[in-house]
């Protein structure tokens, strides 16, 4: 028998690919952000030679690995954010009726395909930003790439449902929410260095986006000010998965119901 979840992302992805010109046109919209995003890098070093002691080759790098690690967690878990529209209407009641965990059913209730366009065109800069950065690649460096990316996804991915289960008591909470996980994906793609101490902290130690691509970007060049901490992203991300699915667990057993 096929998996219940793999038959729902299936028949999700079928449905989105059906009008393929439509489908085309909403990917190619998606890369507003990506534009936008690496467009304020370039202006920026219009004047300036470096940021927080990165050449523009790096500070590129660290913007593209950021991009790509929250483009990709959006594209599978960013349509959380509608959790406050099923509390509100009652339709998160069905998804409690199924013999299911409700997190799985509500992330393969929606996989938004015309997201994957801003995934391929950080990957796209990224492929670039390298060959123009110094990296003494060797194995471990291209573990550690690969391993970023990764951990980078899925700490975002946290956040996502984090948020989402705060909701649980908020309802109307979606914006304060949303400041932590937009605003870290804003400071995942720029050097931790250039932020004050207060907002350093705050990206660092309570929502860890400078684990995401900065931290790392150190380490694979081979740059001060990151040593052991340049591999440490797997660990944030499992700090943060920790915190969200104990309030996802929290929020469920708080949820009574559309008509309680």
Not at 61 to 76: E, K, M, P
Not at 108 to 130: C, D, H, M, N, P
Not at 137 to 164: D, I, M, R
Request: glycine share 8%; with cysteine.
């Amino acid at each position: 028998m096929a998996n219940p979840y793999v038959v729902l992302v299936q028949l999700r992805m079928r449905a989105q690919t059906v009008y393929r010109a439509s489908f085309a046109i909403e990917v190619v919209a998606s890369l507003g952000a990506t534009v936008s995003g690496f467009g304020e890098i370039y202006v920026i070093f219009a004047s300036i030679p470096a940021l927080g002691g990165l050449d523009f080759a790096a500070a590129v790098l660290v913007f593209a690995i950021g991009h790509v690690s929250f483009s990709l967690a959006d594209l599978v878990v960013g349509h959380l954010d509608a959790l406050p529209t099923y509390l509100r209407a009652g339709t998160l009641d069905a998804f409690l009726l199924r013999p299911l965990p409700v997190l799985a059913q509500l992330v393969t209730a929606e996989i938004s395909l015309r997201r994957f366009g801003r995934t391929a065109a950080g990957a796209a800069i990224a492929a670039v930003a390298l060959t123009h950065a110094a990296v003494a690649w060797s194995p471990a460096k291209a573990a550690l790439l690969a391993v970023t990316v990764v951990s980078g996804a899925a700490l975002f991915a946290g956040l996502f449902v984090a948020a989402a289960a705060v909701q649980f008591w908020l309802v109307e909470g979606t914006e304060f929410t949303a400041s932590f996980v937009y605003g870290g994906n804003y400071a995942a793609q720029f050097p931790a260095s250039v932020f004050s101490t207060p907002a350093r902290v705050l990206f660092t130690f309570v929502v860890p986006a400078a684990f995401v691509a900065y931290l790392p970007v150190l380490t694979l060049l081979d740059l001060p000010g990151a040593g052991v901490l340049g591999w440490c992203s797997p660990v944030a991300a499992a700090a943060v998965w920790t915190v969200a699915l104990l309030g996802w667990r929290a929020g469920l057993r708080h949820y009574t119901g559309a008509g309680s």
